[in-house]
């Protein structure tokens, strides 16, 4: 089936004034329907790509295309494009209601049809008989609401929502991330949204573009995201990681802390030198004699549902377990692992050289 594109941006660059690129030659598309995270870190670009497509803002180089047409210059209110904002912009002087219907008076809409559609979008966020609510009366978990609301009221065919739960507490953020969810798989419009919190993008999303200065480092399922970073940053970024430098030997065979593993990663060349990735929970505590690799219990944490235990080999690398075995600080313990929890990385690999490595190896694969 071919792909059903909104957005499309190719080779955008970004600078402010003649500042340096805060988006560099980024190229990307959007599949109508789906929810999106912008993950990253402070400063990496995630609203600039948001101003973008919302129109508050122009590239320097490059095209922004929705539904296949240039827009790159088209003004923001000649978008069909919503946002909601992190602090939501609502208004303080008008009740929920008015808040709802701003944009719908502004488009000189009949009284019956404003009443009726802003009825629907309050039905939709469980925000029904709140219309004379004061905003001041209303909770941090309703604003948001009433927020998205009011962008849902012009049917937009995209929201674009600029981390909007980061000023709750982690409870209600917890629900809120639910709602937004529920709410995005009912409505069927694209939902765009940003934040910095891994573990936030990874619930939510259908896709995550993982954005480290001004570029795309890595982009796909919440899944492929977590168990095939592509590069020391993602694998960084997306959870917590085990990362020690190795050695690919040959096709399924690896080296590292002094020891040659059984792998499934292929596609290297012989000695390579590579980043070699396992999570945490795909590391079992086990005897000194049946571990693959024999470390020291440097320290532990208890954190309700598994202890934290820290520990270093011979060589020094740290190696991070989430286990619901306890272990003593100063112990020797084995630490075990299958084949599969080794994910090996190319060391300073583009996504498209990435790419390129799997497709053609596995052409390579399929002619055997
Ligand atoms: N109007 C502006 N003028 C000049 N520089 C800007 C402007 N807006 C953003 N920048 C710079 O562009 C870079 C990217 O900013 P952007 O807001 O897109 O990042 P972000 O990933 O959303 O960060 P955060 O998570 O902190 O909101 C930053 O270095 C920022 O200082």
């Not at 039905?123 to 009011?150: C, D, H, K, P, T």
């Not at 820290?310 to 692992?337: M, P, R």
């Not at 190319?346 to 055997?368: G, I, P, Q």
């Amino acid at each position: 089936m071919s792909k059903d594109v909104i957005i499309r941006f190719e080779n955008v660059t970004k600078q402010y004034d003649d500042g340096p690129a805060v988006l560099d030659d980024v190229s990307f598309e959007i599949e109508r329907g789906k929810f999106y995270t912008l993950l990253g870190p402070s400063g990496c670009g995630k609203t600039t790509i948001l101003r973008l497509i919302a129109g508050f803002t122009e590239p320097t180089k490059g095209a922004i295309y929705f539904n296949g047409q240039k827009i790159n210059s088209v003004p923001a209110n000649k978008r069909q494009v919503n946002t909601v904002f992190q602090d939501y912009a609502l208004f303080p002087h008008l009740n929920v209601f008015e808040n709802v219907a701003f944009g719908l008076r502004i488009k000189k809409m009949k009284n019956a049809d404003i009443k009726e559609k802003v009825a629907e979008a309050l039905r939709f966020v469980n925000l029904e008989g709140y219309e004379n609510r004061e905003i001041r009366e209303m909770s941090g978990g309703q604003r948001q609401r009433v927020a998205i609301a009011r962008a849902i009221v012009n049917e937009p065919e995209v929201i674009l929502l600029d981390e909007p739960l980061s000023a709750l507490d982690l409870k209600l953020r917890t629900e809120m991330q639910y709602e937004l969810r529920e709410l995005q798989r009912r409505l069927g419009i694209t939902f765009i949204f940003v934040t910095h919190d891994q573990e936030e993008a990874l619930a939510m999303s259908d896709m995550i573009f993982v954005l480290n200065k001004g570029k795309i480092q890595q982009s796909g399922t919440p899944k492929d995201i977590y168990d095939e970073p592509i590069n020391r940053f993602v694998a960084d970024f997306i959870g917590e990681s085990n990362i020690v430098p190795g050695k690919m030997i040959a096709d399924c065979l690896v080296e590292f802390a002094g020891k040659r593993f059984e792998c499934v990663d292929k596609g290297f060349e012989p000695n390579e030198h590579v980043d070699i990735v396992i999570r945490p929970e795909d590391l079992e505590i086990t005897s000194v004699e049946r571990g693959k690799l024999q470390v020291r219990v440097d320290s532990l944490l208890f954190r309700g549902v598994h202890y934290e235990i820290c520990c270093y080999d011979q060589d020094g690398n740290e190696w991070l377990v989430h286990s619901t075995k306890k272990a003593e600080v100063g112990e020797k313990i084995g630490l075990y692992f299958d084949p599969e929890a080794i994910h090996v990385m190319r060391l300073n690999e583009t996504e498209e050289e990435y790419d390129r490595r799997l497709e053609a190896y596995s052409e390579v694969s399929d002619e055997k």
